[in-house]
Each structure stands twice: as structure tokens, then as C-alpha cells.
């Protein structure tokens, strides 16, 4: 059996070393929710429906159109304030020693 090699580890700085965002990043997980989750996730509620979770009645591409518009909406809580200033968590508000 040969003798195992060792990998050579570099010993650049870590200033020579960058880092490259992801091409098309946003489109890429956009339209991997769009083709893949937004489908399934419909398709689990409407099979629950089916069960007798909930009404069996309705279709599937009604089901479909509810969640692709849940999946889009933003949740309040990441909203700006109206001066345009972001929103400051609980956790970092807590961690600094402000009132809860």
C-alpha cells in the first residue's frame, strides 16, 4: 500500500485571498422557490385538504395561487421605519442593555 500524501496547505495571506459573490445569486434561489418550493408546499396543503384537514373542496390551483402569495409577502417586521432607518431587533436591543 503506498504511503498516504499529505495536502499542501497555503501559506498566502489572507489578503491575497478573495471572495467572490455568487453569479446571479438572487435569481438563482428565486427561481429555485418559484419552480420547486412554492409548487410543493402547495401540493402538501392541498394533499392535507385531501386528508380532511381541511375543505377537499378546493382546487388545486386555487391552493397554488394562496401560497405563491404568502411566499412573496414580506413580513412587517422587516419593514423600514418611516424616517428610513432599519428596525432594530429584541436579541440586539437586550445583548446592548436596552429595556425589553
Known sequence: MPDPTTASVSTRPREE????????????????GVVIEVP????????????GVGNPEVPFMRVLRLTAVFAASRPCSR??????SRPTHRSSTAAA????
Open 40 to 51: 410543493a408546499i402547495a401540493f402538501a396543503v392541498w394533499a392535507l385538504a385531501q386528508l
Open 79 to 84: 419593514r423600514r421605519a418611516s424616517d428610513g
Open 97 to 100: 442593555g436596552g429595556a425589553r
Open 17 to 32: 485571498i478573495t471572495a467572490f459573490p455568487p453569479r446571479w445569486g438572487f435569481f438563482k434561489g428565486f427561481l429555485t
